[in-house]
């Protein structure tokens, strides 16, 4: 890996760098926000993604302005952001929040490879709901040429994160943490299926213990 483009300064003690860290908050999630200059002006764009131990992987349209410039190369930010908790401070100004957040630099090149493509959305469908792909319709040919698929090599990262109560503490309000927590609701139908059992043990798996 080249001279680091990223390096956490305050509070530096949160940072990580380690490469099998990030690959944990990778595979646990599957939105990011990518930014990217065009035109001299700055944008970022919130997107589904997936990933491998290599590349992280996202689609579109061939004409999004987006999926033309990761394609295409140019440099890119990427940031992925969990919430974990609101913690309350006696003092107004020491409220905060627990989280854990990643931001990569990295270069994008197109998947033209039609077995590519596919094999990039199954990761897709695995990530989002487990026992899914043996329970889809499978993309002909020309479905997968009509969509564009993109990786992004990681060329730097740094990892970030805030745990605990307080960085000072009274006695004279209340003060802790919220935990904040992602649960999945029941699904519901729009063509009137029985609710397979993949979702249901997918629902079962994001309540709280």
Same mark, same amino acid.
């Given at each position: @890996?080249?001279?680091?483009?990223?390096?956490?300064?305050? /509070?530096?003690?949160?940072?990580?760098? +380690?490469?099998?860290?990030?690959?944990?908050?990778?595979?646990?999630?599957?939105?990011?926000?990518?930014?990217?200059?065009?035109?001299?002006? &700055?944008?970022?764009?919130? @997107?589904? /993604?997936?990933? +491998?131990?290599?590349?992280?992987?996202?689609?579109?349209? &061939?004409?999004?302005?987006?999926?033309?410039?990761?394609?295409?190369?140019?440099?890119?930010?990427?940031?992925?952001?969990?919430?974990?908790?609101?913690?309350?401070?006696?003092?107004?100004?020491?409220?905060?929040?627990?989280?854990?957040?990643?931001?990569?630099?990295?270069?994008?090149?197109?998947?033209?490879? &039609?077995?590519?493509?596919?094999?990039?959305?199954?990761? @897709?469908?695995?990530?989002?709901?487990?026992?899914?792909?043996? +329970?889809?319709?499978?993309?002909?040919?020309?479905?997968?040429?009509?969509?564009?698929?993109?990786?992004?090599?990681?060329?730097?990262?740094?990892?970030?994160?805030?745990?605990?109560? &307080?960085?000072?503490?009274? +006695?004279?309000?209340?003060?802790?943490?919220?935990?904040? @927590?992602?649960?999945?609701?029941?699904?519901?139908?729009?063509?009137?299926?029985?609710?397979?059992?993949?979702?249901?043990?997918?629902?079962?798996?994001?309540?709280?213990?």
């Amino acid at each position: @890996m080249c001279a680091r483009k990223v390096r956490v300064v305050r /509070y530096s003690e949160r940072a990580s760098y +380690d490469k099998n860290e990030l690959m944990r908050v990778l595979n646990r999630n599957f939105v990011c926000h990518v930014g990217f200059i065009d035109g001299g002006e &700055p944008y970022v764009i919130p @997107m589904l /993604y997936v990933n +491998d131990d290599q590349y992280i992987y996202m689609h579109g349209s &061939p004409d999004s302005r987006l999926i033309k410039i990761i394609g295409s190369g140019s440099p890119i930010v990427i940031a992925i952001t969990e919430v974990h908790g609101i913690v309350l401070a006696s003092n107004l100004c020491n409220n905060s929040i627990n989280y854990e957040s990643v931001i990569i630099y990295g270069r994008g090149s197109f998947v033209n490879d &039609p077995g590519e493509k596919l094999r990039v959305f199954q990761l @897709m469908i695995n990530r989002l709901v487990p026992g899914r792909l043996s +329970d889809t319709e499978l993309p002909s040919i020309d479905e997968l040429n009509s969509v564009a698929v993109v990786k992004v090599g990681i060329e730097d990262f740094a990892i970030k994160r805030r745990e605990g109560g &307080p960085t000072t503490s009274s +006695d004279k309000h209340w003060e802790g943490i919220i935990p904040i @927590m992602t649960i999945y609701g029941m699904p519901i139908s729009t063509n009137n299926k029985p609710t397979p059992k993949y979702l249901i043990d997918l629902i079962k798996s994001h309540q709280p213990t």
